[in-house]
């Protein structure tokens, strides 16, 4: 895939609301189907009761890389080597705890290789297909180019990933994932650690009692009881180091535009402006992530706004702050002390002034350097990464679309029905000036904040780009590649009275300003149009154009616009049957009795060019089309 630049953030929410119901007028319905309509489980149960394995069933449809369209001959270099028997080699770049390689290990294979250069790992990337790094590796755009496609996962065995080019991860469809969970209480303890050894000048001392010397008025410490703490970033860490606080008797304040009040609440710590924070507060904890937002953050002009003496810890990532900057207002006095675990390049300098400064107190990136953190960070780690090679979407993703393990599950059928209706859908345009715009309508009965269609607008686009190019798509890099093919897709719910128990009612894909060569799927809006539904778990088409159906989405499909007489289910039947060409399921609908229909047939096999040319045939079939799902 050809690297170029990526102008806007995957998945953008872009729905038009609508409150009206489906009132378009049906076609009636005769079909003749095997779906077991007796079935004393309601879809809603089923739904809620998914588990692991109906997870898996989606996920694998969201990442599978490859192309089921492509011959047996035309094998893709970026195939899923799990679904080809191979196990997937993995390089770990940087010290991972022997639990986590034990995990890898007995999935693929494993190569330790540490302290590579820029040189060395783009030339070992071109035969993986998992990278795991930590914070010392780079992994920039090139070495996504030089993966050539076959590196599909990336996992920072940690929380920060500003080593790692999401953008360039994004659009070569390679997925991010992190671990943000297993060391949040170990960086929590060493920044409550750091907090009280910066306020009693505990390295200072131990280095000076080391050294022979008896300072006890030299270094005077403060007390923190009382005392204000700004805690700047409230996320997992952040919440963690002010419920510790609170225990030593700190007021805790907060700032992080992203914080729920109610969680700040419950610790009891006050949410405020970032001016307020860092103006009011005595001791200032950074937990924030490196963005280009958060860049240099704190620089000489937010020290200026800071209280005379305020105390500053950092255990979050170095870039936040200016440290030129920061060695000025340590000089000045508006800083009275610095504790530091991160650095903007680490290691520092030899000669750093900010590293030397006497009222500086430093460690070498130990946040999550704990035995426990260690262990479940590499553990945490490799379940991720092992879960994007096998196809599930990791709740760690950090450049794909944060799908809760819940949602997937509920959405798990209806991933695999937006996918086939986008390639059926494609598969219907006859060629001309090409594919511009898409419309994708959900029908549901839930509200505008009650079901997050991102992942089943990814598996649409995934339908109906694939078919057609030898672009892998998957859940990662749908977005971009549809915007770099110039297809603009846009969602439209509508409201139905439905059960709100089920989370999509239907799903139809519209390609507009397009010819088709099944002219029966053009629907009176003159666009091509194509109704889905989930039916007992499994993913149904339901309407072609003007015309009722009812087929399972399973194998492949043929569509026959005929005129509606007696014998035909039959006739096509026997043609299909000959040919030893298993019919699964069939549905005919119809306008009216005796005038047109359509029967859709779902078929096994691939119908051979004898079976087609005898269904093109038969004098009442006025036009067929042969779809590959």
């Given at each position: 895939?050809?690297?170029s630049?990526?102008?806007r ?8 609301a ?5 009132s ?12 077991n ?5 309601p879809?809603?149960?089923?739904l ?5 394995s ?9 990442f599978?890389?490859v192309?089921p369209?492509?011959?047996s ?9 799990a ?6 080699t993995?390089?770990v770049?940087?010290?991972?705890g022997?639990?986590?390689l ?11 290789a ?19 790094v930590?914070s ?9 180019e030089a993966g ?11 929380v ?7 953008q360039?991860?994004?659009?070569f ?20 650690a750091l907090l ?9 001392a131990?280095a000076s ?7 006890r ?6 007390s ?8 700047m ?15 030593l008797g700190?007021?805790v304040?907060a700032h992080?535009?992203y ?7 419950a ?5 405020v402006s970032?001016?307020?924070a860092?103006?009011?507060a005595?001791?200032?904890s ?5 963005t ?6 704190f ?28 060695v000025?207002?340590l ?6 002390q610095a ?8 290691p ?23 035995k426990?953190?260690q ?6 780690i490799?379940?991720a990464?092992?879960?994007?090679l096998k196809?599930?979407?990791s709740?760690t993703?950090?450049n ?13 059928p209806?991933v695999?029905?937006a996918e ?13 000036s ?28 995934k339908?109906l ?6 672009t ?9 590649i549809?915007k ?8 439209e719910r509508?409201?139905v009275d ?8 239907s799903?139809q894909?519209?390609?507009?300003s ?26 149904h088409?339901t ?12 194998g ?9 007489q007696?014998?035909m ?5 026997n043609i ?7 019919v ?35 004098p009442?079939?006025?036009?067929f089309?042969?779809?590959?799902l």
């Amino acid at each position: 895939m050809a690297s170029s630049a990526c102008t806007r953030a995957i998945f953008p929410s872009s729905f038009t609301a609508s409150s009206s119901s489906n009132s378009e007028s049906k076609s009636k319905l005769s079909h003749v189907s095997f779906i077991n309509t007796t079935s004393s489980i309601p879809i809603c149960r089923k739904l809620s009761h998914a588990c692991s394995s109906k997870r898996t069933l989606v996920v694998n449809n969201v990442f599978k890389t490859v192309n089921p369209t492509k011959t047996s001959g035309g094998s893709s270099k970026s195939e899923d080597v799990a679904s080809l028997g191979q196990k997937p080699t993995i390089l770990v770049s940087e010290k991972l705890g022997e639990a986590g390689l034990k995990v890898l290990r007995g999935f693929g294979h494993v190569e330790c290789a540490y302290e590579l250069s820029q040189e060395e790992l783009c030339s070992k990337i071109s035969c993986c297909d998992a990278l795991i790094v930590r914070s010392g590796t780079k992994v920039t755009r090139e070495v996504f180019e030089a993966g050539k496609g076959r590196l599909k996962v990336v996992g920072r065995a940690g929380v920060g990933i500003d080593n790692v080019d999401l953008q360039a991860a994004t659009e070569f469809g390679c997925l991010v994932v992190n671990a943000p969970t297993a060391n949040t209480i170990a960086a929590a303890e060493h920044g409550i650690a750091l907090l009280a050894a910066m306020a009693r000048n505990i390295a200072q001392a131990d280095a000076s009692t080391k050294a022979g010397k008896w300072q006890r008025s030299k270094y005077v410490g403060v007390s923190m009881v009382g005392k204000t703490l700004a805690v700047m970033g409230f996320g997992k860490v952040g919440s963690e180091v002010a419920r510790r606080a609170k225990g030593l008797g700190m007021h805790v304040i907060a700032h992080d535009p992203y914080a729920p009040a109610d969680r700040a609440r419950a610790i009891g710590v006050d949410l405020v402006s970032f001016d307020q924070a860092i103006a009011t507060a005595d001791f200032i904890s950074l937990h924030m992530p490196l963005t280009p937002t958060t860049n240099k953050v704190f620089n000489d002009d937010t020290f200026s706004k800071m209280k005379k003496g305020v105390r500053i810890v950092n255990v979050a990532r170095g870039g936040v702050i200016d440290e030129d900057a920061l060695v000025r207002a340590l000089d000045s006095g508006i800083v009275a002390q610095a504790a530091l675990d991160v650095f903007t390049e680490e290691p520092p300098s030899k000669g750093s002034k900010l590293v030397q400064h006497e009222n500086v107190t430093v460690t070498p990136h130990l946040g999550a350097s704990t035995k426990e953190a260690q262990e479940g960070v590499a553990i945490e780690i490799a379940e991720a990464v092992l879960g994007a090679l096998k196809g599930e979407l990791s709740a760690t993703a950090v450049n794909a679309p944060m799908v809760a393990p819940e949602v997937l599950s509920e959405l798990a059928p209806y991933v695999v029905l937006a996918e086939k209706l986008g390639r059926l859908a494609v598969q219907l345009v006859s060629g001309g000036s090409g594919i511009k715009s898409v419309k994708v309508v959900y029908r549901s009965a839930r509200g505008p904040d009650d079901l997050d269609t991102r992942l089943l607008r990814a598996m649409v686009t995934k339908g109906l780009i694939e078919p057609i190019s030898n672009t892998i798509v998957n859940l990662v890099n749908a977005d971009y590649i549809a915007k770099q093919k110039g297809l603009r897709i846009s969602e439209e719910r509508v409201v139905v009275d439905s059960s709100p128990e089920l989370p999509v009612d239907s799903i139809q894909v519209q390609i507009s300003s397009v010819d088709s060569k099944f002219a029966s799927a053009v629907s009176e809006g003159g666009h091509i149009s194509i109704d889905g539904k989930v039916k007992f778990g499994e993913p149904h088409l339901t309407c072609v154009g003007s015309f009722d159906v009812d087929v399972s989405l399973e194998g492949n499909l043929i569509l026959c616009r005929q005129v509606d007489q007696p014998g035909m289910i039959g006739r096509v039947g026997n043609i299909l049957g000959e040919q030893n060409v298993n019919v699964s399921f069939m549905s005919v609908g119809r306008t009216s009795r005796r005038k047109k229909a359509i029967m859709a047939i779902g078929v096994d096999e691939e119908p051979n060019k004898e079976a087609l040319d005898n269904i093109g045939a038969v004098p009442a079939i006025e036009e067929f089309v042969f779809l590959k799902l």
